[in-house]
């Protein structure tokens, strides 16, 4: 079956660029950003994970580990990070899976159906300290990914669980957002919102960022 937001990331044991990784005793108690990659040596992986590496300082800021998916084996990793490395002008430090049997691909449901079957698509697993699934996000594998928009994602959703809040379209931090509409007691709202609200509608009532 294929894994669905709210469902349990599944755990898993494989090797990787750092060892042996025992999934969730490896995640602990942080956020996870899961992402897989068709083949190393490839030039739109390369650009993605030398991108991911320039922001692993916004990411651990943020309490999120990252970790790759490859079906390459670890000495080709290996000679990848090098070659990220100098094109990219970075440092990649997460590891990288060693998914050579294709465990997590299969786990996560990331082969290509329209490729060969060691094929992988460009799928990314947001986990919280939980370890549900709070949100999947698929790219082609022509298409290189947003990790900016990455980051945005994971803020709205630890803004959201902190705050009865949910985030407009293209929302960024700092920016107005929206009550959640399960807060109606006008108690709760003062005391919640003491910067109040403007109500466009009873379902639509925007307050500034409670956290800026």
């Known amino acids: ?38 083949a190393d040596f490839t030039p739109v992986c390369t650009t993605e994970l030398g991108s991911t590496a320039k922001l692993q300082a916004d990411f651990d800021q943020r309490g999120v580990k990252l970790v790759v998916v490859s079906v390459d084996p670890v000495e080709d990793h290996r000679t990848w990070i090098n070659d990220i490395n100098e094109t990219q002008q970075t440092s990649v430090t997460f590891p990288i899976l060693a998914d050579a049997d294709n465990k997590v691909s299969s786990l996560y449901d990331m082969i290509h159906p329209n490729e060969d079957e060691t094929s992988t698509v460009r799928s990314v697993f947001i986990i919280d300290p939980e370890k549900k699934i709070r949100a999947m996000i698929t790219y082609p594998k ?62 639509l009532r925007m307050t500034p960022d409670p956290e800026h």
């Open 1 to 38: 079956m294929s894994l669905k937001i709210g469902d349990i990331a599944p755990d898993f044991t494989q090797e990787s660029t750092a060892g042996e990784i025992r999934f969730h005793e490896w995640a602990g108690d942080d956020w996870v950003v899961l992402f897989s990659h068709p």
């Open 142 to 203: 022509s298409v290189g990914r947003n990790f900016d928009e990455v980051l945005r994602v994971i803020d709205a959703m630890q803004l959201t669980d902190r705050r009865s809040v949910v985030c407009p379209a293209n929302w960024q931090p700092g920016d107005d957002v929206i009550v959640a509409p399960s807060v109606s007691d006008p108690d709760v709202l003062q005391e919640k919102f003491p910067r109040g609200y403007t109500e466009l509608r009873p379902y």
